[in-house]
């Protein structure tokens, strides 16, 4: 690779890998790039990346070493055998991790004099680069500013914090909603196609109305910070699921995203809080 010091490095050339660095050359930045398997990479260097023969030579080749990796296993491979070379250097690592590893990873970088600022991704590799394409980072906030004309090509950047597993946290909470909620709409995919009702006519339905419903979203959340459950509209004792588990069940559809939360709703009624609105459940939930 050339003598001359790159912006930025891409190690990982996955899917996002590659959107991320893509992105960065459409914005003309100089950027190195290096992936553990070959061949990933030929669209990037026809854009302009250098081609990295290694992971040190990646590393060498600029102040800024951005991570997009599978999982903390992988990062924690591919960084420990360059952690030398990686002294006084800023490592973003946008791998998707949970908090207790995003800590060890900056602790890790600490003890080694490594710079580190951690960040989750809150958009596919297509949105990279559009407008309501969003990223969280926590960590050293150094680092967020010196990296910034960077981030900001990428998506929305938020600083979240020095606790560097605030992103990641953050991240895998709205994912466990999203999930969450996704299961709920294709469990009621599935009650309205046994009973004829094809998916795409179910999504038109479901869509605005599962929409409009975030509306309620602010209002849990002021009961749980505020501790006050008192039932604004129904009472846990009222919001008995258990019809609902019936008639998945009369139609031969397994029900257990409701059934799971029917269980929950019946727990807190069983703890004597019938009279309480829906939110109560946060309590049944959270860590003790
Ligand atoms: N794709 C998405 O929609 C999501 C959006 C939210 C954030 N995620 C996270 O981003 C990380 C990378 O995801 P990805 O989509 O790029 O994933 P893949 O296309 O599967 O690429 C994985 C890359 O990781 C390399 N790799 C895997 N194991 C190792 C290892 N032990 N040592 C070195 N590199 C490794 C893999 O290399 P190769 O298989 O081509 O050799 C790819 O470059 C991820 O954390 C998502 O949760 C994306």
Redesign the pocket.
Known sequence: MSGRTAEATLL???????ALARTLLDGGHDVAVW???PG?DAELVARGARRAADVRDAVLAAPIVVV????H??VR??LDPVVDDLRGRAVVN???TTLAEARELAAWAAEHGVRYLDG??????PLIGAADAAILYSGEEAVFLQARPLLDRWATSTFEGEDPGRASLLDLAMLSAMYTMFAGFLHGAAMAGAGGVDARSFARRAAPFLAAMTEFVALDAEAIDSGDYTAPVQSLDWSDLGHLVRASEEQGVDPAPIAMVEELRRRQVEAGHGADGFARIYEGLRRR
């Open positions: 990982g050339l996955g899917h996002m890998g590659r992936n553990r398997t990933r997009c990796l599978y999982d296993a992988s491979a591919t946008l791998t998707t989750a991704i809150m958009a596919t590799p």
